[in-house]
């Protein structure tokens, strides 16, 4: 049987930023918290994603005019939204790792096997996101892992089970593309021209699996406007590689072989 | 139809800067990566040294084999100790060998490791044997690991352009060449240390000196590259990781002017094998340093592409 592919829309413009996504995720997956900090950033002391944060909602007060997300007085806006790993179809993090930890599962999400990781530490340089890292106290790398165990028993996975405004949907990927289209469609009708879709046809990374409708730019949420699977340039470094590698081995193999005619001839 | 959907407003400003923008992660890899650099990539070229030399006339150059094949064993043997030292798990590392991967450059690097090591010990161990069938398996392992040898010192290159870190990145095409010429420099001047023959001085003397020259062009090919692409600051031009690199300019230009002395004097020689190791380590942790501003540089955001 053919298994269906997984993954979430995270529609930011019915973001309301309440946390209860975080929340889940972290009492679900029993993620220990992240130090209480106080960052002095918006209403945000989470900051990032990390290796015990797998959802975290961005703040972002802009001083500019966007549609439908202006409030208060002036030219602001407040932007708001859930981050989440993007399990990628072409995946940075599952591509550098060395004891095959890293899988794509049945439902073409990519998750870290805990009992393999040996906590090398290069899927963390590969995520072109910055989502993966290595937790200190157990040496491992961590991720959302799409609550696999959770998907594995048919149900929704924690975060996109408790949002109260339907900003995290969850379902099979090609059924969320077309509701994703419909949205940004119809936020353009009403006059949101701001409204498209991030991560969708993504060249670098052959499209997300947890795609995004975003209402400003992608640096802006602090995601990459070109994101790519650092693997798909490596062919020229290899190249590279052994070019030099077969100058090396001529130069030396020319240098012992001259001194020794040098000398025999002395 | 699609283009609709999915192109960004362009006009709205970038006002984010009061923020501290964090976009990728930083490298978590501690002290003993980057000496692990520096001492795979002299151990690699050492065993491609001794293969040469061995291929020349195994004879000749006996001096030159053993020792540069009993410095490489030694290296490797640290290196991967420095190696499980770094991880996360060090009771894992076997897991390194559990898959064998050509897109990880650090899964094929585990093997080029795991395979190196043990034929550059044997052929270290039968170097002075009396033996013909151990002087035989002796020399069928240095083979090998002269041949293995040369990716394995410049993998670590390969390892660092294949991330998603800007600066390493973009750098992708000229680490290996700088790491397997900083490396062979390095062997060059280690197996000079004991006492050869006059052939097997002169090989090396020349070796020593063409590799730190391409050391040294590899390396200002990189800085111009950053400079062109990314203008005077940022990684590897400021901050710790441009002070660690100006020193590894500097003592590699130091390393070169060595080479011009006549290698007369013992202590001449152990000056030069000095420069070259903290020269080396100087490049090594450069480039780590360079990595983790990278990774925190908001200047670097938009790099991530093609470059």
Redesign the interface.
């Known amino acids: 049987m053919e298994q269906e592919r997984l993954g979430f829309f995270t529609d930011t413009s019915l973001c309301i930023g309440c946390k209860a996504c975080e929340v889940a995720c972290k009492q679900w997956n029993q993620l220990p918290d992240d130090g209480m900090i106080f960052s002095a950033n918006s209403y945000d002391n989470t900051v990032e994603l990390s290796a015990t944060t797998w959802r975290h909602v961005t703040f972002i007060e802009r001083p500019v005019a966007i549609s439908g997300q202006q409030s208060g007085l002036g030219e602001f806006s407040w932007l708001l939204m859930s981050d989440v790993c993007k399990h990628c179809r072409t995946a940075g993090c599952l591509e550098a790792c060395p004891t095959g930890s890293i899988i794509r599962t049945e439902f073409d999400s990519v998750y870290v096997q805990p009992d393999i990781c040996n906590g090398c530490g290069y899927c963390i340089v590969a995520c072109p996101f910055g989502v993966i890292d290595r937790r200190s106290d157990d040496g491992r790398a961590w991720k959302c892992t799409l609550c696999y165990d959770r998907l594995r028993a048919d149900m929704t996975p924690a975060c996109a089970q408790v949002c109260p405004t339907e900003s995290i949907q969850f379902g099979e990927i090609d059924a969320l593309l077309a509701r994703a289209r419909r949205r940004v469609a119809e936020l353009h009708d009403r006059g949101v021209k701001e409204a498209y879709l991030y991560g969708v046809e993504q060249e670098g990374t052959d499209g997300l699996n947890a795609f995004f409708l975003l209402l400003d730019r992608p640096e802006v949420y602090q995601l990459p406007s070109n994101p790519r699977a650092p693997q798909k340039e490596s062919a020229s470094a290899w190249k590279s590689l052994f070019i030099a590698a077969a100058v090396l081995g001529a130069t030396a193999l020319a240098a012992f072989n001259s001194a020794s005619r040098e000398e025999g001839h002395d | 139809m699609?283009e609709?959907?999915?192109?960004?407003?362009?006009e709205?400003?970038?006002?984010?800067s009061e923020?501290?923008?964090?976009?990728?992660?930083?490298?978590?890899?501690i002290w003993s990566v980057p000496v692990y650099f520096y001492l795979g990539s002299t151990a690699g070229?050492a065993a491609?040294?001794a293969f040469?030399?061995q291929?020349?006339?195994a004879y000749?150059?006996r001096n030159v084999i053993s020792k540069a094949r009993g410095i490489s064993a030694g290296s490797l043997l640290l290196g991967s100790v420095l190696l499980i030292h770094?991880?996360?798990?060090?009771s894992?590392?076997l897991?390194?060998l559990?898959?064998f991967?050509l897109?990880?450059?650090?899964?094929v690097g585990?093997w080029l490791l795991a395979t190196t090591t043990p034929l550059v010990m044997l052929a270290a161990a039968f170097s002075n044997t009396s033996s013909r069938v151990l002087h035989r398996i002796g020399s069928l392992s240095g083979a090998g690991s002269g041949v293995l040898g040369?990716?394995l010192?410049?993998?670590t290159?390969?390892?660092l352009?294949?991330?998603?870190?800007p600066v390493?990145?973009s750098s992708?095409?000229?680490?290996?060449?700088l790491f397997?010429?900083s490396g062979?420099a390095s062997a060059a001047e280690l197996i000079q240390i004991s006492s050869l023959n006059?052939?097997?001085l002169?090989?090396?003397a020349?070796?020593g000196v063409?590799?730190r020259s391409a050391e040294l062009i590899t390396m200002l090919l990189l800085s111009r590259k950053l400079r062109k692409n990314r203008g005077s600051s940022g990684p590897l031009r400021s901050g710790a990781s441009g002070k660690l690199w100006k020193a590894a300019v500097g003592l590699a230009l130091g390393g070169l002017w060595f080479h011009s002395w006549k290698p007369t004097s013992r202590r001449m020689r152990i000056l030069k094998v000095v420069t070259g190791i903290v020269g080396g380590l100087s490049l090594r942790f450069a480039l780590l340093e360079a990595?983790k501003e990278s990774?925190r540089n908001p200047g670097e955001?938009?790099s991530?592409?093609?470059s």
């Not at chain 2, 609709?4 to 362009?10: G, H, I, K, R, V």
């Not at chain 2, 709205?12 to 984010?16: F, G």
């Not at chain 2, 923020?19 to 890899?29: A, D, E, G, I, N």
């Open positions: 699609t609709d959907f999915l192109s960004a407003p362009p709205s400003p970038l006002v984010i923020r501290s923008v964090t976009v990728l992660k930083q490298p978590v890899w070229t491609a040294l040469a030399a291929t020349a006339d000749r150059f770094d991880l996360g798990r060090p894992r590392f897991n390194m559990r898959v991967k897109s990880s450059p650090m899964s585990s040369l990716p010192a410049g993998y290159g390969v390892l352009g294949t991330t998603a870190v390493w990145k992708r095409t000229l680490l290996p060449p397997l010429s062979a006059i052939s097997e002169k090989a090396l020349r070796l063409f590799f990595g990774a955001f938009e991530q592409g093609k």
